[in-house]
C-alpha cells in the first residue's frame, strides 16, 4: 500500500511561484505513474499534470501548460510540481496521486493511490 504526502501548499500572490512535492511511502513508486489533479470548491477534481514512472513522457491540462512542470525523483521517492505565474483561477487543493503502471493517465479512476491534498490559494 503506498502512502503519499504532499506539502508546499500556501498563500501566494498572483504572478507568483509555488514548489509542491509529493513523498511516498514505497521504492515501488518508481515504477509507477504519478500525476498531480486539483478541485476547487464547488467543482470536480480535475487533471493538471503526469509523468511516466521513467520521466520520459509528461503531459499537462491546457491550462497549466506553459506555466507548470511536474517532475520527480526516484531516487527519493519524490514528485514534484513547479507552478510559476500563478493565477486565482489556480486556487485549489491540489492532490498527488500515483498507479501502479508506467503509464501515465488523465484520469482519476486510473489513479488507486491519492494523498490527502495540500491548499493552494492564489490572490489576486
Do not use: H
Amino acid at each position: 500500500q503506498v502512502q503519499l504526502v504532499e506539502s508546499g501548499g500556501g498563500l501566494v500572490q498572483a504572478g507568483g511561484s509555488l514548489r509542491l512535492s509529493c513523498a511516498a511511502s514505497e521504492r515501488t513508486f518508481s515504477t509507477s505513474a504519478a500525476a498531480w489533479f486539483r478541485q476547487a470548491p464547488g467543482k470536480e477534481r480535475e487533471f493538471v499534470a503526469t509523468i511516466t514512472a521513467s520521466e520520459s513522457i509528461t503531459d499537462y491540462a491546457g491550462s497549466v501548460k506553459g506555466r507548470f512542470t511536474i517532475s520527480r525523483d526516484n531516487a527519493k521517492n519524490t514528485a514534484y510540481l513547479q507552478m510559476n505565474s500563478l493565477k486565482p483561477e489556480d486556487t485549489a487543493v491540489y492532490y498527488c496521486a500515483a498507479r501502479r503502471t508506467w503509464q501515465p493517465s488523465r484520469n482519476t479512476y486510473d489513479y488507486g493511490y491519492w494523498g490527502q491534498g495540500t491548499q493552494v490559494t492564489v490572490s489576486s
